[in-house]
């Protein structure tokens, strides 16, 4: 009791807290401790230099926590409307993080150097208004295309020497060739849009097996998190283990399986045409196209969701695995690039900047289909149900729908990143008001799942139709572009060349030449890059990291399963010896 009475009462806390006694024993020296009545209180000693720094240390951390990107916007979400929903929102900002690397790899190495020097094209048309919609009339020389691009060399000492001879300069800088970058700048990244879906595959299949393996009662006893204190984040907490609860309360009950319905479907694919992709009335024209399918994308999900009512699937699980399978079909059959491809080639001059106008106009029409679904099934739907029907009951917002409308939009993004390298910014300026829209649309016109689940097997199935479908598609059709297409004569960096692949080599030899302290990169290019057999061995070892993965994460699972059932035997064979030692006990009592 000295030696506490001598400390300080902040310490004094600490030091009782410290101390291996009873909780009794730890309230009565804290009650002893006290200063007697009338006497001062013991001053405080002001906080030391490590402390303070300490403490200003965890509010710069609480307030970076805070400044994460929709930080408290997808804690709402995810409290109110649970993890099915908010799994749209966080697949929404994966695809804005994917979008802004590849945005920001494009800016620094293509469009600023190009911004910088631009080529002496032809006056651009007046702005109308028309071009937010078909991508061309003024947009159609700017930095959005391919074929405002030149083909120059920048900061090249040796280009003014004469034809055939010695660059003058013994050790001349390295000349900046803008075709090289522009390919080069793609390469990297969908290299490293590879890299980031393959960890995501990975590591959202861990966090589904470990959800998979969670009880009730970890979730009933250990779920609040006794640092919430605000008001705001305590209703959070609350509506969140509310909505895990009945999560769980609903994959314990046992659905009968129905047999899913089928329906055909007929391929759509845009004929060609041998117009050219300029002029107002032709460019309104070329706007029927994406109408027509964005109309058919927009409608078909009505029809498959009649199907899954006619069904009657009670497993929320069950149908999005079907819907997303009826909804991929139908993505598959609603377009096709390659048809995209040929219909540019027949157009003539400069069909790289046709074709990425083409994928513009699907982009934005996708768009403007999405805000009129968001305003009719969902703002309209539920002024009906409140005004006409007089029902608290409001419209659900469909996961899987929306998810597959991202899988699309983000399709188109990497189809046309060659053809427009400005697309990712399209496509995250669309992300940005998606998110808002669709989140002000959830807040007011959208209740909580009826059949809430738990989407990390379907976060897993996401993300996985985003790295093989989806990107593999488009790395597959660019490639093939890259690979056999010739060029355009008259636009583009790649103008005057037989394929866009076979200027490479040329490129590498004359940066060789121009400076000879950069072979390495020759020999890379030319036994690293050129070498299809290097290639296709890193790609079967990519995908065999992935089963290797895969595998190993099954595993895990087998080995929890089996522990669990190993925890619930011993559980057994003790009920066992306690029932049969109250047996002897029992049978011993009766005869003393």
């Given at each position: 009791v000295k030696e506490l009475l001598s400390l300080p009462p902040s310490q004094r806390s600490h030091v009782l807290l410290t101390m291996p006694l009873h909780l009794e024993e730890k309230r009565n020296l804290r009650e002893a401790a006290r200063a007697p009545a009338g006497t001062p209180?013991?001053?405080?000693?002001?906080?030391?230099?490590?402390?303070?720094?300490?403490?200003?240390?965890?509010?710069?951390?609480?307030?970076?926590?805070?400044?994460?990107?929709?930080?408290?916007?997808?804690k709402q979400i995810g409290g109110r409307f649970g993890s099915s929903v908010l799994s749209y929102f966080l697949f929404l900002k994966t695809l804005l993080m994917l979008n802004f690397l590849s945005f920001f790899i494009l800016l620094a190495f293509v469009v600023v150097p190009q911004a910088v020097h631009p080529p002496a094209s032809v006056s651009p048309l007046p702005f109308t208004g028309l071009e937010l919609l078909t991508g061309g009339g003024h947009f159609t020389h700017s930095l959005l295309y391919?074929?405002?691009?030149?083909?120059?060399?920048?900061?090249?000492?040796?280009?003014?020497?004469?034809?055939?001879?010695?660059?003058?300069?013994?050790?001349?800088?390295?000349?900046?060739?803008?075709?090289?970058?522009?390919?080069?700048?793609?390469?990297?990244?969908?290299?490293?849009?590879?890299?980031?879906?393959?960890?995501?595959?990975?590591?959202?299949?861990?966090?589904s097996v470990r959800s998979s393996t969670e009880e009730l009662a970890i979730?009933?006893?250990?779920?609040?998190?006794?640092?919430?204190?605000?008001?705001?984040?305590?209703?959070?907490?609350?509506?969140?283990?509310?909505?895990?609860?009945?999560?769980?309360?609903?994959?314990?009950?046992?659905?009968?399986?129905?047999?899913?319905?089928?329906?055909?479907?007929?391929?759509?694919?845009?004929a060609a045409r041998t117009e050219p992709c300029s002029g107002p009335r032709v460019e309104a024209v070329l706007l029927v196209l994406p109408l027509v399918v964005s109309l058919l994308n927009a409608l078909m999900p009505y029809l498959f969701n009649f199907l899954a009512m006619w069904e009657k699937q009670d497993s929320p699980v069950t149908q999005v695995y079907?819907?997303?399978?009826?909804?991929?079909?139908?993505?598959?059959?609603?377009?096709?690039?390659?048809?995209?491809w040929q219909a540019?080639?027949?157009?003539?001059?400069?069909?790289?900047?046709?074709?990425?106008?083409?994928?513009?106009?699907?982009?934005?029409?996708?768009?403007?289909?999405?805000?009129?679904?968001?305003?009719?099934?969902?703002?309209?739907?539920?002024?009906?149900?409140?005004?006409?029907?007089?029902?608290?009951?409001?419209?659900?917002?469909?996961?899987?729908?929306?998810?597959?409308?991202?899988?699309?939009?983000?399709?188109?993004?990497?189809?046309?990143?060659?053809?427009?390298?400005?697309?990712?910014?399209?496509?995250?300026?669309?992300?940005?008001?998606?998110?808002?829209?669709?989140?002000?649309?959830?807040?007011?016109?959208?209740?909580?799942?009826?059949?809430?689940?738990?989407a990390s097997r379907m976060s897993t199935i996401f993300i996985t139709l985003l790295c093989f479908p989806s990107f593999l598609g488009a790395a597959a059709f660019l490639s093939y572009t890259i690979w056999t297409a010739h060029p355009s004569e008259t636009c583009g960096p790649f103008r005057g060349l037989e394929t866009i692949y076979e200027s490479g080599k040329?490129?590498?030899?004359?940066?060789?030449?121009?400076?000879?302290?950069?072979?390495?990169?020759?020999?890379?290019?030319?036994?690293?890059?050129?070498?299809?057999?290097?290639?296709?061995?890193?790609?079967?070892?990519?995908?065999?990291?992935?089963?290797?993965?895969?595998?190993?994460?099954?595993?895990?699972?087998?080995?929890i399963c089996l522990l669990q059932e190993q925890i619930a035997n011993e559980g057994e064979d003790k009920a066992f010896l306690i029932q049969k030692l109250h047996s002897v006990c029992r049978h011993k009592y009766r005869r003393s």
């Open positions: 209180a013991p001053l405080l000693s002001p906080p030391s230099s490590p402390q303070g720094c300490r403490g200003l240390w965890y509010r710069l951390l609480s307030l970076l926590r805070a400044a994460r990107p929709w930080h408290y916007a997808l391919y074929g405002y691009y030149s083909n120059i060399t920048l900061n090249d000492p040796c280009g003014s020497s004469p034809k055939g001879s010695v660059c003058p300069l013994a050790h001349p800088p390295l000349p900046y060739n803008l075709p090289l970058a522009y390919l080069f700048s793609i390469g990297v990244s969908f290299l490293v849009t590879c890299i980031l879906l393959v960890y995501s595959v990975s590591r959202s299949f861990r966090e979730k009933v006893f250990c779920t609040w998190d006794f640092k919430v204190i605000q008001r705001r984040s305590v209703k959070l907490q609350c509506e969140n283990i509310c909505t895990q609860l009945k999560v769980e309360e609903l994959s314990n009950a046992k659905h009968p399986r129905p047999q899913p319905c089928a329906l055909s479907i007929t391929p759509l694919g845009p079907v819907a997303i399978v009826r909804w991929a079909g139908w993505g598959c059959g609603g377009g096709s690039p390659l048809h995209l540019g080639r027949l157009w003539g001059q400069c069909w790289e900047t046709c074709v990425g106008q083409d994928l513009y106009r699907f982009m934005v029409m996708d768009f403007i289909f999405t805000l009129l679904d968001t305003l009719f099934g969902e703002l309209i739907w539920r002024l009906i149900l409140e005004k006409k029907v007089k029902t608290k009951r409001r419209p659900e917002f469909d996961v899987a729908r929306n998810v597959l409308e991202l899988i699309y939009g983000q399709t188109l993004t990497w189809l046309g990143i060659l053809y427009a390298p400005l697309l990712p910014a399209v496509q995250i300026l669309k992300l940005l008001l998606l998110f808002y829209i669709k989140k002000t649309s959830l807040m007011r016109n959208c209740q909580s799942p009826s059949k809430p689940w738990q040329r490129w590498v030899l004359v940066l060789e030449k121009s400076n000879p302290n950069i072979t390495w990169f020759a020999w890379v290019y030319q036994n690293l890059l050129e070498n299809t057999s290097l290639l296709f061995f890193m790609s079967v070892a990519l995908i065999a990291v992935i089963y290797f993965n895969i595998q190993v994460v099954r595993g895990r699972q087998r080995v």
